[in-house]
């Protein structure tokens, strides 16, 4: 889908953009490629550069962003400039682009969880810069992540939600300013323990972290506080045969018993690596929540739900939405 408009800043008779994204599957981590096809409009135009920026509808509360959504910015890319762009004439502009590892899934096996990423074309002419030209990117998960996901699913965690937080999770290694959380309905077997657990994966070169959140059951003597888990394993998954649902039941059970055994009234981090299993104990910084979504059973049939309703009409609402002067929180 494509979304081409006359670049207004720059008057009637100006020249257009359109942006098209190569087919295929965008991964965090790895390439974006496409070409940007100008065309001049009624006279000539000395274009000082053309540039994509990465934007992405987040989730805004507390502090100076104030509550509620804006779009930022999170990567940035110049393609093309300083050449003159003939009246009527074309040129077309071949990129590829990396994406950051941290670039959040947006769909799990076809099935959107309703996050709203977009790829927007930035032409700068004669000292005018126009944002006219927007594309939705589509971006899956890592093969990680697809099992981590796959294992909630199969330990018959339901999916409920996903959105993207403006903000920093305290004791990673987190490179964006904000983060993906997904959250998730427990199992009758961790019902009684936790409301809800959440997931939010943080991608570097060679490895995932994985940041697992339980809430605190509210109580007479609680103060609803959340624990907090860090858990590290490669990109493809541990070498060699590995039971993904033993081992993420594993993180699951560790983050509870730890829940527990620190109190209603602590709030923690725990960090655990996969091969040496070491593990300390971070600061849980403030307005922190995290993500999970699985696939397979209920997890699939939670996001299949959400993809099946009002939320793929939002989605191109909202990608729509950018090109129409949002408040921009521009972090690049």
């Known amino acids: 889908m494509v979304f081409k408009r006359l670049l207004g800043s720059l008057g009637v008779g100006g020249p257009t953009v359109d942006t098209v994204l190569d087919p295929g599957t965008a991964r965090p981590g790895g390439t974006l490629s496409g070409r940007v096809h100008l065309v001049g409009g009624t006279a000539d135009h000395d274009v000082e550069h053309v540039a994509l920026e990465l934007v992405a509808r987040v989730e805004t509360e507390h502090g100076e962003h104030g509550d509620g959504e804006g779009v930022v910015v999170f990567d940035r890319h110049t393609v093309g400039g300083a050449f003159r762009l003939a009246a009527g004439g074309s040129t077309s502009l071949p990129f590829t682009v990396t994406l950051p ?31 006219g030209d ?32 403006y903000g920093r999770i305290g004791g990673t290694g987190q490179q964006l300013p904000f983060y993906q959380e997904i959250e998730l309905t427990p199992p009758p077997a961790y019902a009684h323990q936790v409301n809800e657990i959440e997931l939010t994966f943080l991608a570097v070169p060679g490895a995932l972290e994985v940041v697992l959140e339980a809430d605190k059951r509210g109580g007479p003597f609680s103060d609803g506080h959340d624990a907090l888990s ?20 594993g993180w699951i059970q560790e ?34 929540s ?22 793929a009409a939002e989605v191109v609402d909202e990608v729509g939405d950018f090109s129409e002067g949002d408040s921009e929180d521009e972090e690049g």
């Open 255 to 288: 983050l509870v018993e730890h829940r527990a055994s620190y109190g209603s009234h602590a709030v923690y981090g725990h960090e655990s690596g996969y091969a040496a299993h070491e593990s300390g104990y971070a600061a849980h910084e403030s307005g922190r």
């Open 230 to 249: 860090r858990f590290t394993v490669p990109h493809e998954g541990p070498s060699g045969p590995q039971d993904w649902n033993t081992l993420v039941d």
């Open 290 to 311: 995290g993500g999970g979504s699985g696939i397979g059973t209920a997890v699939a049939a939670g996001a299949a739900g959400i993809a099946g309703g009002l939320v």
């Open 101 to 131: 590892w941290e670039t959040p899934a947006t769909e799990l096996y076809g099935q959107p969880l309703g996050i709203v990423l977009g790829v927007r074309t930035e032409l700068a002419v004669a000292g005018a810069r126009d944002q």
């Open 134 to 165: 927007l594309d939705p990117l589509t971006v899956a998960p890592l093969p990680a992540q697809e099992a981590v996901l796959e294992a909630l699913g199969g330990l018959g965690f339901g999916f409920r939600s996903a959105d993207l937080e």
